[in-house]
């Protein structure tokens, strides 16, 4: 059964790191887009970062310089590097992907979600 978990949310304070990661389980994230979305409390769900099977990132405007994502094939496993954190980075992070996708796309192409897990940024 194919399944992704998130881990790594927790409170930090503005300013501060986090490194979340998506587990795969059941299938190998090597050769997909995997892509990190974020939805805060009455926001709609937002595109944040994905790394295409190639290894192209992309990131939206607001944390261009300070999120990385990346793929460790080893660990079989995607990670968001989150640095210099702002209280409006708040919400549930969530990472996603679908069978055979190998480019970065909008949310309603990817078939598969993790839990999520969040960030709370305060201070």
């Known amino acids: 059964q194919l399944q992704l978990v998130e881990s790594g949310g927790g409170l930090v304070q503005p300013g501060g790191s986090l490194k979340l990661s998506c587990a795969g389980s059941?299938?190998?994230?090597?050769?997909?887009?995997i892509a990190w979305f974020r939805q805060a409390p009455g926001k709609e769900r937002e595109g944040v970062a994905c790394?295409?099977?190639?290894?192209?990132?992309y990131y939206t405007d607001s944390v261009k310089g300070r999120f990385t994502v990346s793929r460790d094939s080893a660990r079989n496993a995607v990670y968001l590097q989150m640095n210099s954190l702002r209280p409006e980075d708040t919400a549930v992070y969530y990472c996603?992907?679908?069978?055979?996708?190998?480019?970065?796309?909008?949310?309603?192409?990817?078939?598969?979600w993790g839990q999520g897990t969040q960030v709370t940024v305060s201070s």
């Open positions: 996603a992907t679908d069978d055979g996708l190998k480019h970065c796309t909008r949310d309603y192409e990817y078939g598969y």
């Open positions: 059941g299938f190998t994230l090597a050769p997909y887009a």
């Open positions: 790394i295409s099977g190639g290894d192209y990132t």
